[in-house]
């Protein structure tokens, strides 16, 4: 069983900051589905995820600097310092004791080391009949981000004085699952969920 995550603004209505961010996840998670197809490998697709992510924050004053240079960085991981997503089926969903390795990498494509990246759990190639999930997030981490500022990791990219407005925010995951075809993928589930903002408040009245 997997339960796909998606987070609701409780009072049925996002705050701006909260739709600001919202808007952004959800923007990352549908341009990961519209990459995912045969022959792309799952970590591409993350870091797409993550350059839109890092675009976002950065429109938003939250990050700075050059995006390309903050993904290579792994700047981003103070927000998001999970994979984008992992296969699901049969004995896929948590294979610590065997090693995720044998699932999600190949001789191809190796694992990386690098904080946040190296939480993603699939990174091959994708091939028709792989099931993974599309989960990405945005989290303000009080403790994370007091880690950075006093190591000073990617002072050139983060705006630490403007997050101090954000140590109450929680965070932010929109969830899709996919199945991957013969020329893109295709979502489980009969309908998706509400994923817009606009539709979320309309489902929540
Ligand atoms: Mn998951």
Not at 13 to 42: C, D, H, M, W
Not at 70 to 88: C, S
Request: with cysteine; aromatic share 8%.
């Amino acid at each position: 069983m997997h339960l796909t995550l998606r987070t609701l603004p409780c009072g049925g209505k996002f705050t701006t900051r909260q739709s600001e961010i919202y808007t952004i996840v959800s923007q990352a998670n549908n341009l990961a589905i519209s990459l995912v197809k045969p022959g792309v490998s799952y970590r591409t697709v993350h870091l797409a995820a993550i350059r839109l992510i890092t675009q976002g924050l950065k429109n938003l004053g939250l990050m700075k600097g050059d995006i390309d240079e903050a993904v290579a960085a792994g700047a981003t991981a103070l927000f998001m310092p999970h994979g984008l997503g992992h296969q699901l089926g049969m004995d896929v969903h948590d294979m610590e004791d065997l090693g995720e390795n044998f699932v999600g990498y190949d001789n191809e494509i190796t694992r990386a080391k690098q904080f946040g990246l190296a939480s993603l759990r699939m990174g091959k190639v994708l091939k028709p009949g792989h099931v993974i999930t599309v989960e990405p997030g945005c989290y303000f981490i009080p403790a994370l981000i007091d880690k950075w500022k006093r190591e000073g990791t990617n002072t050139s990219f983060i705006n630490f004085d403007k997050l101090q407005d954000y140590y109450n925010f929680g965070g932010i995951r929109l969830e899709d699952d996919v199945a991957v075809t013969q020329t893109g993928c295709r979502l489980l589930g009969s309908e998706r969920l509400p994923i817009t903002v606009e539709d979320v408040q309309r489902e929540m009245k």
